[in-house]
């Protein structure tokens, strides 16, 4: 059997895979110097976003709300806000009106694409000042 420290960062790399990071997560330091067989594993507190995120995680939502995804039908990337029915809610990056995509036009983005869609808003509003 693994250790609790070894559960707890094998849980630690699982929720970095999809995006989530729980800051305070650790093993509980009472029941882990206790003689208790299995210690606790406290998974602390986070903001409310990270808890969405996370809530969309266990849900199965792909992409899960607060990462980024790409509209394939024009190619926008966007932050996923909500899933609502057959719907993927997204919000431009750096801000501005949202819109909704079909969950089948919709499919991660990559950390170069949100790079490039950030650059590009930066560049628009470098112009319009």
């Not at 790399?13 to 882990?32: F, I, M, R």
């Not at 992409?63 to 609502?84: F, K, L, Q, S, W």
């Amino acid at each position: 059997m693994r250790s609790t420290e070894e559960v707890v960062e094998s849980l630690r790399q699982a929720l970095v895979g999809v995006g989530v990071v729980l800051p305070s997560l650790c093993v509980d330091p009472v029941t882990g110097a206790s003689e208790e067989p299995f210690a606790l594993v406290e998974l602390g507190r986070c903001n409310v976003r990270v808890a969405e995120r996370l809530a969309s995680v266990v849900r199965g939502e792909r992409p899960a709300i607060g990462t980024h995804a790409v509209d394939v039908r024009d190619g926008r990337v966007g932050e996923v806000m909500e899933h609502a029915g057959g719907s993927v809610r997204l919000r431009p990056v750096g801000g501005g009106r949202e819109w909704d995509c079909p969950k089948a036009s919709v499919v991660d983005a990559s950390p170069e694409e949100v790079m490039r869609a950030r650059l590009r808003r930066a560049n628009q509003e470098s112009v319009t000042k």
